[in-house]
């Protein structure tokens, strides 16, 4: 659990009186603490509307190996709202990238966040993050499911969405050989 | 939230697949002792329709049609969402005049979608005559949808780089006229919903989920606002001309004065936020630029143009039940390479645990519908099965439900 030494009230007060950190700020406390381990970083603005005010969003590619101590740098820095985990299969590796904001809750501060990460194919492994995040769990539970991905220390291993009966090995959203191509020619067999 | 060894003294109670509270399919696991519950266990997936894979063979435009179908209820946020990220990736430029007009369907749709949600909770706890009246004045919500695009579920309204359908000058008189009509009825299901003694003692102190729950387990929408959590995309960010309206995100504390985070105060955020949807779209027609409606307005024009970006983007857009978010990566083929959706139901299926700990069987209906759960939003690949244990069916809970709302009366 997140900052267990905290009383729900102090959590509560701590989040809330965060302050606030631009783009810039932010990205340089990652890149202090983790340096190389930390690649790709963009900051992307976008504007909309008459009065062109801007959003702010930071994609950055951590090392899989400082993955769990980003989250954990992260929840330090400011607790994160996590919205989603999505996943890509870029062929060699798995591409997982967690979506996350900061700076909620003040008229147009908010920052997106997307932290991706790669994963080999031949191990493809990561550590959980709901103790930090207990809202990664059916995020961490998709992940599973429909890419392959084993997450190390998941608090609830089962399926979320698919089936039971669902055969053992296939993930649909898989491009290779483990993906759904064999299943949907001969639908008919699949179903008893 | 693994299933415990059921002890001698508590009992499972399986509600669903066939529901308990809403009219889709989710599976509830409860551990009961007497009459209160002690733990419960949520089972998701019986209508994943597979709908990010079946995007694999289409272009981007027949996407947003694919997504407008995933929810019924929410068909103006799915498609807005993935334009969000589909221009997001493809860095296209709106004019300024359909940022506007996609506010006004935005929150025309959280009007529509709040007033049916308040007669789904007023018939879980018995008061019917509450929800013929709340999908009285729905009708009138569709009537106004259906003017002004067309088509009163799916709307087709959308289109990447702008939206299809203009608002003209000749068509404001009528949208004052529904607005005005909406603000009074407004008043009245404010005085049902905030005033009767039945709902208060259904409502009040009952599926109380806490700040410091809502904030780790990510809750969004109105059921994180209703614990006191300002969290808000419309508020926090600059999409859509939300950036230029005058917004505050709104909690149960601006009526009220302090926030419990119970049924009640759910209640009381949605009714809030029908009236602050209903001076967002005063304001938008009072500001709205003139100018063109959409970027590109040659189809074929459009997809040609996307087909050469190679490139990730996410759209994020404040449906009625919370944030809604997609990301799409496209890699210079017709398709893109990977879409992905997360609905707002999403991430509110594990605040239900703490919501429902510790109350009565009787309550689950409501405190259930009280996050507004849009279960087809939430799976999207399907396949029925599961469920042959001794059931409560959806009929026996209700009956239950209506049951203690006429003891306590």
């Given amino acids: 659990m997140a900052e267990k030494n905290l009383t729900p009230e102090q959590f509560v007060d701590k989040v809330m009186a965060e302050k606030n950190l631009t783009p810039e700020q932010f990205v340089d406390k990652f ?162 | 939230m693994s299933p415990k060894a059921t002890t001698k003294t508590t009992y499972h109670i399986p509600v669903g697949p066939i529901h308990p509270a809403l009219k889709e399919p989710v599976l509830f696991e409860f551990e009961i002792d007497g009459e209160r519950i002690v733990d419960v266990d949520v089972k998701l997936g019986h209508v994943h329709r597979a709908v990010e894979w079946a995007s694999r063979k289409r272009n981007p435009i027949q996407i947003l049609y694919l997504a407008e179908r995933i929810c019924g209820i929410c068909s103006y946020c799915h498609p807005a969402a993935f334009a969000l990220a589909v221009e997001d990736a493809a860095d296209i430029v709106i004019p300024e005049r359909a940022e506007y007009l996609r506010v006004i369907q935005g929150e025309w749709e959280r009007v529509t979608s709040h007033i049916l949600w308040a007669g789904v909770a007023a018939h879980e706890i018995g008061f019917d005559t509450v929800l013929f009246l709340t999908w009285q004045i729905r009708e009138r919500a569709l009537d106004l949808t259906e003017f002004l695009t067309g088509n009163r579920i799916t709307k087709g309204i959308i289109m990447i780089g702008g939206i299809r359908r203009d608002i003209t000058a000749d068509m404001l008189p ?11 009825c407004y008043g009245k299901l404010g005085k049902i919903f905030l005033e009767d003694k039945t709902i208060k003692l259904r409502s009040q102190g009952v599926g109380i989920l806490e700040k410091e729950d809502a904030l780790k387990l990510c809750a969004v ?9 300002k969290k808000d995309v419309r508020v926090d960010t600059s999409y859509f001309a939300y950036g230029d309206l005058d917004i505050n995100c709104i909690t149960p504390a601006d009526l009220t004065g302090t926030i419990t985070g119970d049924v009640y105060d759910r209640i009381i955020q949605r009714l809030l936020e029908v009236k602050q949807s209903i001076d967002l779209i005063e304001q938008c027609v009072d500001k709205m630029p003139g100018g063109d409606i959409v970027a590109e307005p040659k189809i074929a024009k459009l997809l040609n143009q996307l087909k050469k970006v190679n490139g990730e983007g996410v759209g994020r857009h404040e449906a009625p039940r919370g944030e809604v978010i997609h990301y ?14 997360r609905a707002p139901t999403y991430n509110n299926i594990l605040p239900w645990i703490p919501m429902l700990k510790g109350e009565q069987i009787a309550d689950i209906p409501i405190v259930a519908a009280s996050t507004d759960p849009c279960m087809s939003c939430t799976n999207r690949v399907g396949i029925v099965k599961d469920g042959n244990k001794y059931e409560l069916t959806k009929e026996q809970l209700h009956k239950m439900c209506v049951e203690k709302t006429r003891r306590l009366m």
């Avoid at chain 1, 996943?87 to 900061?102: A, P, Q, R």
Wanted: aromatic share 8%; with cysteine.
């Fill in chain 2, 221 to 229: 929408g109105p059921t994180t606002r209703a614990s006191g959590v």
């Fill in chain 2, 174 to 184: 009528r949208i004052q006229k529904d607005l005005d009509y909406f603000k009074e």
């Fill in chain 2, 328 to 341: 799409v990566k496209l890699d210079g083929n017709d398709a893109p390479f990977t879409w992905k959706v």
């Fill in chain 1, 31 to 192: 890149k202090d603490e983790f340096k190389t381990n930390i690649k790709d970083v963009k900051i992307k603005r976008r504007a909309a509307g008459s009065k062109k005010n801007e959003t702010a969003s930071i994609w950055m590619k951590v090392d899989k190996s400082a993955f769990k101590k980003v989250i954990e740098h992260l929840c330090k820095l400011q607790f994160p709202h996590l919205a989603v985990a999505s996943g890509n299969d870029l062929g060699k590796t798995i591409e997982l990238i967690y979506h996350f904001t900061v700076n909620f809750g003040k008229r147009m501060e908010e920052i997106n966040l997307h932290i991706s990460v790669e994963l080999p194919k031949s191990k493809p492994e990561i550590e959980t993050i709901c103790d930090w995040i207990p809202g990664a769990l059916i995020t961490e539970r998709e992940k599973m499911e429909m890419l392959g991905v084993k997450i190390i220390g998941i608090p609830d291993d089962r399926r979320c969405f698919l089936p039971d009966d669902f055969p053992k090995d296939v993930y649909p959203w898989r491009r290779d050989e483990k993906g759904l191509e064999k299943l949907y020619k001969n639908l008919h067999e699949v179903k008893k």
